[in-house]
């Protein structure tokens, strides 16, 4: 049975989309040039940031140079998951050069938790951050999650406000600009939101998005990591369960955004309805393992 969405053609719902998303970005202008402070900066160097990449060249370069932009001190780990594409290894090899970073290579693709497990170890820092590469990261994202992780010993995972998620962290006004911003937008966004809920207490989750997370690394050692049974989704969930099921706190922070486009490289490989199929099989599967 075809609902009233669907018998509306595309053209006139992305032309509503475009003119919604234009009234809900008025007054927010992306002129101002935001930098990182001296906080986000110190927060930064305490942070191993692992972002997988399969293709999805454009999205991954504007990922990559947000994450240069706003980065801070950082360690920094690539991990190139049989990327297919020219034009993905040229992203790579040219933020490599600007930055010093470091990247692993194999090929044929792994999967997005295998690749993220490379990574892991390679990196060297008390906490380690997993961020897609269909993100952009802002000036306003790293003092908060470290906050909310020295906050409680027994915090193990936190995650920050975004503009698209399965979870509460998604932001409505964002969610519905989310292609639309500019960069200069995005960052103008984050700050008003973060300085907002700048004294706003963390929130207990049952788990967080995955589209960015920092993990502490005693509680990633002490899970055992991810489980190789859930190559692309579900990842996070299940990650998230076991660490609460051994007594630690799964905390989203309102005081730390970064934009999520969901746009993920690792879901270009399959129909719609391959993915859902994986997501049910996932989430059986989480469902059903002992904990």
């Known amino acids: ?17 475009y003119l919604r998303a234009r009234v809900l970005s008025l ?13 986000e900066r110190r927060a930064s160097a305490c942070i191993s940031v692992v972002v997988a990449i399969h293709d999805a060249p454009e ?43 470091v990247v692993s290579r194999h090929s044929p693709a792994r999967g997005h938790s295998r690749a993220c497990e490379v990574g892991v170890k390679m990196t060297h820092r008390e906490y380690i951050c997993f961020l897609n590469s269909d993100t952009v990261v802002t000036p306003f994202c790293w003092s ?21 998620t399965s979870t509460q962290q998604t932001i409505r006004r964002a969610e519905s600009c989310r ?21 706003a207490a963390p929130v207990d989750m049952e788990y967080v998005g995955g589209f960015a997370f920092i993990v502490t690394r005693s509680a990633w050692t002490e899970s055992g990591g991810f489980d190789p049974h859930l190559p692309n989704y579900g990842n996070e969930v299940d990650l ?27 879901q270009q490989h399959f129909t719609s309805e391959e993915l859902h199929h994986q997501r049910v099989m996932a989430s059986s599967y989480i469902h059903t393992k002992p904990g």
């Open 1 to 17: 049975m075809r609902t009233v969405r669907s018998m509306i053609p595309i053209a006139i719902r992305k032309k509503y989309r």
């Open 144 to 164: 908060g999650m470290v906050k909310a992780l020295q906050s409680d010993p027994r915090v193990g995972v936190v995650g920050p406000s975004t503009s698209r």
């Open 179 to 199: 292609f639309y911003w500019t960069d200069g937008q995005i960052d103008e966004y984050a700050f008003r939101h973060t300085t907002q809920n700048q004294e």
């Open 59 to 101: 999205v991954t370069d504007r990922c990559l140079r947000s994450l240069e932009r706003n980065g801070g001190d950082a360690e920094v780990i690539l991990v190139d998951d049989g990327s297919k594409l020219d034009r993905t290894r040229e992203v790579i090899d040219q933020a490599i050069t600007r930055n010093g970073w």
């Open 27 to 39: 007054g927010l202008h992306g002129g101002r040039n935001h930098v990182l402070t001296s906080e």
């Open 240 to 266: 998230c369960r076991r660490l609460k099921g051994r007594g630690y706190r799964i905390l989203w922070t309102r005081s730390s955004y970064i934009h999520h486009l969901e746009e993920s490289s690792f």
